[in-house]
Nanobody
Framework: QVQLVESGGDSVQTGGSLRLECAYS?????MAWFRQAPGKEREGVAV???????TYADSVKGRFTISQDIPKHILSLRMGSLKPEDSAMYYC???????????????????WGQGTQVTVSS
């Protein structure tokens, strides 16, 4: 079981930026960020595999950047040009993926953090 602890969530205004961090006990093939807004399904935001291959959701491309500090066991998500629709609870997730593919589907991940809240006001 991988332990994951998120931090960095905050309330910001439209156009602002935030950096989320996830401290993890051990890495898996796929390390990802998801988010869930009230009344909505959990959606994948960005994923990085062990080889450094990165996939972003279309809604965050060009605005968010996922990175991993392997020696420090930190997965980060840098978020810029934030919009009110980015408001959600953000979760760090770890999983083995499907074959050699790391997707943005929640069912592919079996380790989750408690989440950190991001609120973007207009």
């Amino acid at each position: 079981q991988v332990q994951l602890v998120e931090s960095g969530g905050d309330s910001v205004q439209t156009g602002g930026s935030l950096r989320l961090e996830c401290a993890y006990s051990s890495s898996t093939f796929c390390m990802a960020w998801f988010r869930q807004a009230p009344g909505k399904e959990r959606e994948g935001v960005a994923v990085r595999d062990v080889f450094g291959t990165i996939t972003y959701a279309d809604s965050v491309k060009g605005r968010f950047t996922i990175s991993q500090d392997i020696p420090k066991h930190i997965l980060s998500l840098r978020m810029g040009s934030l919009k009110p629709e980015d408001s959600a609870m953000y979760y760090c997730a770890a999983g083995r993926g499907s074959g050699s593919y790391c997707g943005l589907t929640a069912a592919q991940y079996n380790n989750w953090g408690q989440g950190t809240q991001v609120t973007v006001s207009s």
